[in-house]
């Protein structure tokens, strides 16, 4: 079956732009978390969704901002983006496996945002 | 807030010889613990999944132990290859550590 899917896999923008990222979960799969990856900070949570709903949020500044559509598919939002936004942005998908929810965690390719 | 830490950050060994990764982590109330292996640039791929009632897991070369009440994880990689060249990171609760870097030469 089909992994999670993001895209765009590489994109470049200037500062003070937006930026919108796509995630499509493993099909059944409800939950769908976002995470920042750079060279100093590491895998840094930013949020989660489960059915539409935003269920744990991390410590980033409000520019970042997400949402989850009833197909479970997910965007996040960058907005006003800085120098510092450049990173690699990854995308989870949890779900049933053999009817119970083992909380395990795939990921997709990831976005890679390099902002100028 | 939960706290993962991984040791060492980084690890070079000769092919053949057996890896073992150390994960830590500060709240034992755990629903399961995760380790995961990154190539450069690419996306995280699961190696193994512990549920929270579970000691250990095995994968074919691949061992990972729990014990939730230290709050610790190990993970063993039996004779390794240098196609496990790679960072591996370990996750809990939507927490991740920082990841040990392994090199094994051939």
């Known amino acids: 079956k089909a992994g999670v899917t993001q895209t765009p896999r590489y994109l470049i923008k200037t500062r003070g732009q937006q930026v919108t990222l796509s995630c499509s979960p493993i099909?059944?799969?409800?939950?769908v978390s976002w995470y920042q990856q750079t060279p100093g900070q590491g895998l840094q949570f930013l949020f989660e969704y489960f059915s539409e709903t935003q269920r744990n949020k991390g410590n980033f500044p409000g520019r970042f901002s997400g949402r989850q559509f009833s197909n479970s598919r997910s965007e996040m939002n960058v907005s006003t983006l800085e120098l510092g936004d450049s990173a690699l942005y990854l995308c989870a998908s949890s779900g049933l496996a053999g009817g119970a929810n083992t909380g395990e965690l795939f990921f997709g390719e990831g976005s890679r945002l390099t902002v100028l | 807030k939960q706290e993962v830490t991984q040791i060492p950050a980084a690890l070079s060994v000769p092919e053949g010889e057996n890896l073992v990764l150390n994960c830590s982590f500060t709240d034992s109330a755990i629903y399961n613990l995760q380790w995961f292996r990154q190539d450069p640039g690419k996306g995280l791929t699961s190696l193994l999944l512990?549920?929270?009632?579970?000691r250990e897991q095995t994968s074919g070369r691949l061992n990972a132990s729990l014990d939730k009440s230290s709050g610790r994880s190990t993970l063993y990689i039996a004779a390794s290859q240098p196609g496990d060249s790679a960072t591996y990171l370990c996750?809990?609760?939507?927490?991740f550590g920082a990841g040990t870097t392994v090199t094994v030469r051939a």
């Open positions: 512990i549920q929270s009632s579970q």
């Open positions: 099909s059944g799969h409800r939950s």
């Open positions: 996750a809990v609760k939507l927490s």
